[in-house]
């Protein structure tokens, strides 16, 4: 498994603040993801990086923004949090075609 | 129509049984296929991994793939109560589809009782 780590892994914040979750690997994976999970809606994708500033929007992007200025980290940053915003964040890796994702242990953010 | 479809469940079933785990598809791209195993606050793990059609066994767990039906399937032998978790099937396209995204279904909770 890749070596991932997520930080915080647990985070309260009050609506209308900046909120920036961590995302580190070991493994030189090129891609990074940022999922999304709630009850009814399971795994969504937020954003997603190909490399080294190279970044793209999953299904779920507004109101959150990504940066990757090295390969072992990418950063999820919700500009002014809102409640709808609670949830479980998930960062995942990917080598490429013929191997699986790759996924963190998680961020709890509650947002009041 | 969703991309994926998975019956969120819950499921419980009693030591011993065999389960069985379904997904069904809309996309005739898709052509890797994965289960994940994710228990309570934790983050999921890759159980299973099966490029196009077939069946693919590894101890207790077997993974089928009919992509005629566009359907996979996850049967687990001997269930125990350590198998107690949410599963979820995941597929992507192939390289020219858009390999680098995997679909989820919602998952599916399992409980196996002592």
């Known amino acids: 498994d890749a070596g991932i780590t997520q930080s915080p892994r647990h985070k309260v914040t009050e609506t209308g603040t900046p909120v920036t979750l961590r995302c580190h690997q070991t493994?030189?994976?090129?891609?990074m993801y940022w999922y999304r999970q709630d009850p009814g809606h399971g795994l969504r994708l937020i954003h997603y990086?190909?490399?080294?500033?190279d970044t793209d929007k999953g299904e779920v992007s507004d109101g959150y923004s990504v940066s990757r200025s090295k390969t072992e980290d990418f950063l999820l940053t919700l500009e002014s949090a809102t409640s709808s915003q609670t949830s479980v964040y998930f960062c995942a890796t990917w080598w490429g075609v013929g191997d699986t994702q790759y996924f963190g242990p998680g961020t709890r953010l509650t947002v009041l | 129509q969703k991309e994926v479809e998975q019956d969120p469940g819950p499921l419980s079933v009693p030591e011993g049984a065999i389960v069985s785990l379904n997904c069904t598809y809309s996309n005739s791209a898709f052509q890797y296929f994965m289960w994940y195993r994710q228990y309570s606050r934790k983050g999921p793990e890759l159980l299973m991994y099966?490029?196009?059609?077939g069946n693919k066994e590894d101890g207790r767990f077997t993974a089928q793939v009919d992509k005629s039906s566009k359907y996979i399937s996850l049967f687990i032998r001997d269930s125990q109560p350590s198998d107690s978790a949410t599963y979820l099937c995941?597929?992507?396209?192939?390289?020219?589809?858009?390999?680098?995204?995997?679909?989820f279904g919602k998952g599916t909770k399992l409980t196996v009782n002592p």
């Open positions: 995941a597929m992507s396209a192939g390289v020219r589809g858009g390999s680098e995204k995997l679909v």
């Open positions: 990086s190909y490399g080294v500033k």
């Open positions: 493994e030189n994976h090129r891609y």
């Open positions: 099966t490029y196009s059609s």
